[in-house]
């Protein structure tokens, strides 16, 4: 799987498939534009894969720490493609942490909503 393919299939590989619909339909030259642009697409996912990052880059981009990047380095779980004392790995074997869910706020406030009493009493120190 790709940095792009996100949800499972790659954006390559979805273009490829409507590429053979369009074929198939009859609109051969719109067919080769979108593999044309599946296998831009793919080379540039290999190349920025292959990218060396400082562990600075690296933290930005895996949700790792500077620290804990460092560590990987130097336990080997990530090549060093840089140099001794400055550090580089490749963005292709970076670890991804995890992200967190974040609450739907806007769906929590609007389900609380009916809840809420608007006609209430006021605190007259608060003001808008």
């Not at 996100?6 to 339909?25: K, N, T």
């Not at 593999?35 to 933290?59: I, M, N, V």
Request: proline share 5%; with cysteine; aromatic share 4%.
């Amino acid at each position: 799987m790709t940095a792009a393919s996100g949800r499972g299939s790659s954006l390559p590989q979805l273009w490829r498939h409507e590429a053979a619909v369009l074929r198939r339909r009859g609109a051969a030259g719109q067919a080769e534009a979108l593999e044309s642009c599946a296998d831009e697409l793919e080379a540039w996912e290999r190349q920025r894969a292959l990218e060396g990052l400082t562990l600075e880059e690296a933290e930005r981009e895996s949700g790792y720490t500077y620290s804990a990047l460092e560590k990987m380095v130097r336990r080997g779980e990530l090549e060093n493609v840089g140099e001794k004392g400055r550090p580089r790995v490749r963005r292709g074997d970076l670890p991804r942490k995890p992200r967190r869910e974040r609450p739907d706020l806007v769906g929590a406030v609007l389900e609380g909503r009916g809840r809420l009493r608007l006609d209430g009493p006021r605190n007259p120190s608060h003001t808008l």
